[in-house]
């Protein structure tokens, strides 16, 4: 008798868990809560205080997109000789 009044309660607690797991309050917004998006300053950062984290250091970058806008332009140089 005592085991399958456990086995009925754990049922039961299962089922009632089941059911109270869909059950959630949400929460609703205050006028106060909303904020305006147009009413915030954006503010951009200022280029030397920038500093990279990840990837390629930008001096690096910058040497190596001034040698491929080099290349493009010798490129276009000779396509432009040969036609």
Do not use: W
């Not at 868990?17 to 809560?33: A, I, M, P």
Request: with cysteine.
């Amino acid at each position: 008798m005592k085991r399958k009044t456990l086995i009925f309660i754990n049922v039961l607690l299962g089922a009632l868990v089941s059911f109270l797991v869909g059950c959630k309050t949400h929460r609703v917004n205050k006028v106060e809560d909303v904020v305006d998006p147009s009413a915030t300053e954006q503010v951009e950062p200022e280029p030397e205080r920038m500093i990279c984290l990840y990837g390629i250091p930008p001096e690096v970058y910058k040497r190596l997109h001034e040698q491929d806008s080099l290349r493009q332009d010798s490129l276009r140089q000779a396509q432009d000789t040969i036609q």
